[in-house]
């Protein structure tokens, strides 16, 4: 894997982190991030998850991921959110399907990430 493309999966990653997973609830194996915690903000919340999570596209097209792999990540971004947008039941969603964390695994897998580096970057935080 280049240097470019190693550098954009590691912001991807701590991006999705920090959108999915950043504040581990205590007593749990649970975690929570950004995005679930905007999406408890009707509709402008939701809108504003849209918006970073195509940070992640972003940064798949800059790396040279495959059309398929980019559309893959869109069909996450807007499964999350359509469903995250209604109401309670969205809420649960955006805090269980962790979307940004399932792009960054496809973008993982697509530049060729060796295995087992995903199980490392989860315990890195």
């Known amino acids: 894997m280049t240097r470019q493309r190693t550098q954009a999966l590691r912001r991807v990653e ?3 982190r920090l959108m999915d997973s950043a504040i581990r609830i205590p007593g749990t ?3 929570v ?3 679930g915690l905007l999406g408890l903000v009707p509709v402008v919340g939701d809108m504003t998850g849209l918006l970073l999570s195509g940070y992640i596209l972003v940064e798949a ?3 040279g991921a495959s059309r398929r792999a980019r559309a893959h ?3 996450n971004i807007l499964l999350d959110a359509v469903v995250g947008s209604v ?3 969205g ?4 805090f269980v399907y962790k979307a940004n964390l399932r792009n960054a695994r496809i973008l993982r897998e697509e530049l060729g990430d060796p295995p087992g580096r995903e199980a490392a970057a989860e315990t890195d935080h």
């Open 14 to 16: 701590r991006f999705s």
């Open 73 to 75: 990540i869109v069909k």
């Open 29 to 31: 194996r649970f975690s």
């Open 87 to 89: 109401p309670v039941l």
């Open 91 to 94: 809420d649960a969603f955006d």
């Open 33 to 35: 991030g950004l995005d």
């Open 61 to 63: 097209q800059r790396a």
